[in-house]
Antibody, heavy 118, light 111 residues
């Protein structure tokens, strides 16, 4: 059974940093691209960042470019999102999602909540 | 990259059909056949319903179908059921530098 479990969320002040992690199991991790998608409270989904199976291709939404860094450790079946210089509008539930066939997020975690507030 | 445009809400009665539109540009929806649709119930993560414009992942009922014309993609739900009441999001591949963009979401109410 495919499982994605996010961790690392919490309450942080504006300008500070936070590192999210996603532990993957139930599939061959290094066969798939992985993504972070976020959802602000009561709002819609926003694609944040994605990374190819071998970290050779990485992309970010304009809203986080230069502040967030995605990475993966295929030996440990884990995905990470380093978030620096956090802003109030980064407050959201952050989902880890597997990149399935073509452009589809076929499995999602339950999310980890990041709250940026002073 | 601007979000794709979806109607904020649609509604229909059980057994009826509804269609949700998703309008982008030639840089996303119109430029690639990589449009996906997701269903999200309150408090749950999204679930993929359609990928590659009109393909269904295994386990998704045939009453969910997708299409695209120009810069607008559409999701049609036939034979509406009470459990279809949820939020629906489209998502498109948007190129090499910013891979993805979502629509703002559509709330479906089953009357």
């Amino acid at each position: 059974e495919v499982q994605l479990v996010e961790s690392g969320g919490g309450l942080v002040q504006p300008g500070r940093s936070l590192r999210l992690s996603c532990a993957a199991s139930g599939f061959t991790f290094d066969d798939y691209a992985m993504h972070w998608v976020r959802q602000a409270p009561g709002k819609g989904l926003e694609w944040v960042s994605g990374i190819s199976w071998n970290s050779g291709a990485i992309a970010y939404a304009d809203s986080v470019k230069g502040r967030f860094t995605i990475s993966r450790d295929n030996a440990k079946n884990s995905l990470h999102l380093q978030m620096n210089n956090l802003r109030v509008d980064d407050t959201a539930l952050y989902y880890c999602a597997r990149g399935g066939a073509d452009w589809m997020f076929d499995y999602w975690g339950q999310g980890t909540l990041v709250t940026v507030s002073s | 990259q601007s979000a794709l445009t979806q109607p904020r809400s649609v509604s229909g009665s059980p057994g009826q059909s509804v269609t949700i539109s998703c309008t982008g540009t030639s840089s996303d929806v119109g430029g690639y056949n990589y449009v996906t649709w997701y269903q999200q119930h309150p408090g749950k993560p999204p679930k993929a319903l359609i990928y590659d414009v009109n393909e269904r992942p295994s386990g998704v009922p045939e009453r969910f179908s997708g299409s695209k014309s120009g810069n607008t993609a559409s999701l049609t739900i036939s034979g509406l059921q009470a459990e279809d009441e949820a939020d629906y999001y489209c998502c498109s591949y948007a190129g090499t530098y910013t891979w993805g963009v979502f629509g703002g979401g559509t709330k479906l109410t089953v009357l």
